[in-house]
């Protein structure tokens, strides 16, 4: 993890493809306890370490996660991410063009929890869940394409099962149809930059994170400027 923005209220974080948000089955050190560790380790603090869970990301998918320093602030940014004041952008690589270069893909989602994936359809079923994207075509290489991805709903998987439902699944994501795996177990979707106004200061705060370290995100990164 990298840190990206830090207050007294909140931490921003770039969070590797590997790394887990929480901590889940696999024991794994979450990358809330690296974030109490780096506070821990900063200010010296001898005691427990506050560090409060505002949204997650799928832990093969890197890019920003917010942090709450304080048990106050917490439930004003979990607020503001359930009302969709959070402003989020993603990058997704993915190996085939979509039909039109920019669209707004609406669907209906339903969550297999016992395979952890979600299905997405064109009309509403029993027990689905509306989904809204928009993504716009930024730039693309001889063999993938790199789209922008802004959300309107936070569904589970959303952004990989719709664009697999289009024929255009995430580099790397063999869950949703990618053809190959990627060397080092990521899927090629980065959380890539957030805004929203500060709930203590009231100051807008806007973060873009890097992408990974790999050749073809950094080819991506540096055409798109």
């Known amino acids: 993890m990298t840190v990206l923005y830090e207050d007294n209220h909140i931490i921003i974080v770039?969070?590797?493809?590997?790394?887990?948000?929480?901590?889940?089955?696999?024991?794994?050190?979450?990358?809330?306890?690296?974030?109490?560790?780096?506070?821990?380790?900063?200010?010296?603090?001898?005691?427990n370490v506050y560090c409060g869970v505002t949204h997650r990301l799928d832990r093969p998918t890197s890019g920003i996660v917010v942090f709450a320093k304080t048990s106050k602030v917490l439930p004003r940014l979990n607020k503001m991410f359930r009302d969709n004041e959070v402003g989020k952008t993603y990058w997704a690589i993915v190996q085939n063009r979509p039909a039109t270069d920019k669209a707004?893909?609406?669907?209906?989602?339903v969550k297999d929890e016992k395979k952890n994936k979600s299905s997405a359809y064109n009309i509403e079923k029993t027990n689905t869940k509306k989904a809204v994207m928009h993504y716009s075509m930024i730039a693309q290489s001889d063999n993938y394409f790199l789209l922008e991805v802004q959300l309107e709903t936070g569904r589970h998987h959303q952004i990989r099962v719709q664009l697999a439902k289009i024929g255009c699944p995430v580099k790397g994501d063999l869950k949703y149809g990618a053809k190959r795996s990627n060397r080092d177990g990521s899927i090629s979707l980065h959380a890539r930059g957030i805004s929203f106004i500060h709930p203590v200061s009231q100051n807008k705060i806007d973060i873009i994170a890097p992408v990974p370290e790999d050749n073809l995100w950094k080819a991506f990164e540096k055409s798109v400027g």
């Open 14 to 47: 770039n969070k590797a493809s590997s790394e887990i948000v929480q901590g889940d089955k696999t024991g794994d050190k979450p990358l809330s306890e690296m974030v109490k560790d780096y506070l821990k380790e900063k200010y010296n603090k001898p005691g």
């Open 104 to 109: 707004t893909l609406t669907h209906y989602l």
